[in-house]
């Protein structure tokens, strides 16, 4: 394997699981909307987003935000350089780099960059990243409505 497939340990699964479960739950309790694509599962989707953090993380050395407070929107980590960083996660292997409309639309909602994570737990991969310019200049319509998106070539590659 290389450096940006990951397999999480059983101890990162459980953990991703009660952070993703509070997150949906405290979400759901405070009527914040699910605006997420694919999987009508609100639970799965961010039990499998924590996954996707909790790689990225590990890859890169950051630490993850434990809290599972009322959330909407914001960022997953601040690199070293103080950049704002938005992982989105998917289980489809060949998925798309996909954000919702209402990121661009509110300043502090939107990160710096957005970068892609595939798999299935426990093992995923880091697909590559893109500037928030660049993502908010493509729409793409999935069968849900209109999103910002990029396909994984269009991505910046890890080295």
Known sequence: MDKYTITLT????????????????MNR???????????????????????????YGRCFNLYLDLTFNTRSGGHDFI?????????????????KLVVPIW??????????????????????KIRGWAPAEQVFGNTMDLGHGPCYGLEQNQLTKFV
């Open 10 to 25: 059983d101890g990162e699964v459980a953990l991703a699981g009660v952070i993703g479960s509070m997150r949906a739950g």
């Open 29 to 55: 309790m405070s009527n914040v909307q699910n605006t997420r694509f694919g999987t009508s599962d609100v639970y799965h989707n961010d039990i499998l987003g924590v996954c996707g953090e909790i790689a």
């Open 79 to 95: 690199s070293n350089q103080g950049r704002t960083i938005d992982i989105k996660t998917t289980h489809h292997d060949g998925g």
């Open 103 to 124: 990121k661009n639309e509110e300043e502090e909602k939107r990160s710096d960059i957005y970068v892609l994570v595939t798999g299935k737990i426990p093992t995923f």
